[in-house]
């Protein structure tokens, strides 16, 4: 099982849609979480941390549940510029053993 | 202009030739990180640096090394190359105790060993 997983999707959806996407990790020890945005052929960018108290920047919401160990992101109206993988991202570790393992990403398609 | 950039953007190389990605940042960030990805795998650490003369195997470091020549610096090799090094490969940076410990990453490097 891997540390950290994603439904790969795709996830097809109109604009407007309200979306989510779940990750899970198996490492309790994790410390701390993000989700990352990849466009097709380009580098991952942070979209957001995930925080204990969920955070929400615009139309992305994230959230953690520590119990079940899994973090979720809500993509509130769609837009066609949301079409990405979205990169589950957890840190676990501290100082220089901090480590981040990747999740394997989930693929949206947001549709006109 | 980029913050990190990378160079060649594309390569094509035969197996057994020796291989150099470059990565520069003007970022003024001291830890730099090489990662593959890969179909099906997702990304995978190779190597990393906290510093100039500071270097740290990742998960995958058979087959490949890297020099941290300066601060801005931080170079990939590929002594022997191999089909399965066929990989979109990325350069990144992170300040250390930056906000949400972010990291930034370089364009990309898609290299293909035949």
């Known amino acids: 099982r891997k540390e950290v997983e994603q439904d790969p999707g795709p996830f097809n959806v109109p604009e407007g849609a309200t979306v989510a996407f779940n990750c899970t990790y198996s490492?309790?020890?994790?410390?701390?979480f993000f989700w990352y945005r990849q466009d097709c052929r380009k580098e991952p960018k942070l979209l957001m941390s995930v925080y204990s108290s969920g955070n929400e920047d615009g139309r992305f919401t994230a959230q953690l549940n520590r119990a079940s160990q899994y973090i979720s992101l809500l993509i509130r109206d769609s837009k066609l510029s949301d079409s990405a993988t979205y990169l589950c991202v957890v840190n676990r570790g501290a100082g220089n053993n901090r480590k981040l393992i990747w999740g394997l990403g989930t693929s949206l398609a947001v549709n006109p | 202009d980029a913050d990190v950039t990378q160079t060649p953007r594309n390569r094509i190389t035969k197996t057994g030739k020796r291989i150099m990605l470059e990565c520069s940042q003007t970022k003024g960030h001291d830890r730099m990180y090489w990662y593959r990805q890969d179909p099906g795998l997702g990304l995978r650490l190779i190597y990393y640096s906290f510093d100039v003369k500071d270097i740290n195997k990742g998960e995958i470091s058979d087959g490949y090394s890297v020099s941290r020549q300066a601060q801005a610096k931080f170079s990939l090799s590929l002594e022997s190359a191999i089909p399965n090094q066929t990989a979109l490969y990325f350069c990144?940076?992170?300040?250390?105790?930056?906000?949400?410990?972010?990291?930034?990453f370089g364009p990309g490097t898609r290299l293909t060993v035949l």
């Open positions: 490492n309790s020890a994790s410390q701390s």
């Open positions: 990144a940076t992170r300040r250390a105790g930056g906000p949400n410990n972010e990291q930034f």
